[in-house]
């Protein structure tokens, strides 16, 4: 059983700066998602257990970075320009084995808590 711990949502203006955190029990392929209301949770990015590979949804690239400090067990990620639209509940994930698909949320088996990220206008 991997335990995820998210830290760092709030409340930020259009085109201010949020650093989330999510420390994990153990090192294993990542990924963070987000879910606004009414919405279907979305693939945001992730990363590799080396941190060597990253990937990134369309409507972040550019302005959101992921990263990771091994040994912390902890990934990180940096939103920058923030707008609107990306006004949501953030969680980060954990894929236990070989088969990880990391922009499907089915491809992951560990979830954190959630924490909420506010942008307004």
């Known amino acids: 059983q991997v335990q995820l711990v998210e830290s760092g949502g709030g409340l930020v203006q259009a085109g201010g700066s949020l650093r989330l955190s999510c420390t994990a029990s153990?090192?294993?392929?990542m990924g963070w998602f987000r879910q606004a209301p009414g919405k279907e949770r979305e693939f945001v990015t992730a990363?590799?257990?080396?941190?060597?590979?990253?990937y990134y949804a369309d409507s972040v690239k550019g302005r959101f970075t992921i990263s990771r400090d091994n040994a912390r067990n902890t990934i990180y990620l940096q939103m920058n320009n923030l707008k609107p639209e990306d006004t949501a509940v953030y969680y980060c994930?954990?894929?236990?084995?070989?088969?990880?698909?990391?922009?499907?949320?089915?491809?992951?088996?560990?979830w954190g808590q959630g924490t909420q990220v506010t942008v307004s206008s």
């Open positions: 153990t090192s294993s392929n």
């Open positions: 990363i590799t257990r080396s941190g060597i590979t990253t």
């Open positions: 994930a954990a894929a236990r084995g070989a088969t990880w698909q990391p922009r499907l949320s089915g491809g992951y088996d560990y």
